[in-house]
């Protein structure tokens, strides 16, 4: 088996003591000295920095892009403008989930997409396997350096950095070209934590002096490293999905109630739109819920989820919450025997602990 990559920012890790981790076939930071409740409470109240550099980028050109694009995207295409960004997931034709990506329409014949990780190789695959002649495809993750700030300090810290109105740029949109302390940087008011905050992609050679611009930028409103445990916690507090947990290609994309993101009557037919449409028409076995432990319990994924004497569902993530300070779980239930705020058990090593199904997400930023 190949050792692990290391991203640009590997040595900026080490210096500040970061416990790394093998994610995804990357050596990246789990927590830093502070820990993860530290570094959760840092990002809802300051703001922090991730090196997100092993996500996937996959450059779509052509005049059939959009095309392209709505075929494999559950998402409708004609809402983006320029400068704008969508999510989606993207299905097999069974409605199953191959993966769930950003798309950034640079232009209406070019497209950026954002894809995990660990999907990078299978999406580039079943994108190739979708294309027409008319589209080039490229997979550029090899180039790009990633950094996630994020947090109600980060436009503060960035704005340091570059001459651009970061005021004028609105969620979810971007600036393809931005001087970003001297370098040429894609700049994007996007992030994976439910706060406000930028996700800054530059080149692999440009990335350790952005790093140490953007930290000298950031010492007067106390940024701070996080790593990936914290990014979980609070992805999970804004009840974010992540693939293999609350998708993947057993679960679509209506169970993990993401129905916004996938439009069933958009003109151009996509992959798994039939197998959606029958879902809904039919009615679901499954579907995501929001968990409050009543116990003090770690409700961990993998768990059983019981009602009664009734096995109903499982746990599809779960942990503590520092934000809310109470341990919170989603999970996968029958929506044909609860409701929106019933009394569940979660089994924790053969005991069962109270808990009860709420709306999510658990945490929604004040704006």
Known sequence: MSEAK???????????????????????????????????????KRATVFDVSHMGEVLVEGPGAGSFLQKVLTNDLNRLKDNAIIYSPVCYPDGGVVDDILVYRIKNDKFFLVVNAANTDKDFDWFRENVTEDVTLRNLSAEYAQIALQGPNSVFILEKLTD???????????????????????????????????????????APGLWDALWEAGKSFELNPAGLGARDVLRLEAAMPLYGHELSREITPLQARLERFVVLNKANEFNGQKALIKQKETGMDRMLYGLEMLERGVPREGYPVNHGDSEIGWISS??????????????????????????????????AYRARTTKLPFYRRKK
């Open 318 to 351: 779960g942990s503590y919450s520092p934000t809310l300070d109470k341990f919170i779980a989603m999970a996968f239930l029958d929506p044909n025997v609860i409701d929106q705020y019933s009394e569940v058990s979660v089994m924790i090593r053969g005991r």
């Open 164 to 206: 651009i109105s970061l005021d004028e740029m609105k969620y979810y949109n971007f600036l393809p070209e931005v001087n970003v302390a001297g370098v040429s940087c894609l700049v994007s008011r996007t992030g994976y934590t439910g706060e406000d905050g930028f996700e800054v992609y530059c080149s692999n050679d440009a």
């Open 6 to 44: 290391k991203t640009p920012f590997y040595e900026k890790h080490l210096q500040l003591e970061g416990k790394i981790v093998d994610y995804s076939g990357w050596f990246l930071p789990v927590q830093y000295s502070k820990g993860l409740v530290e570094e959760v409470h840092d990002t809802r």
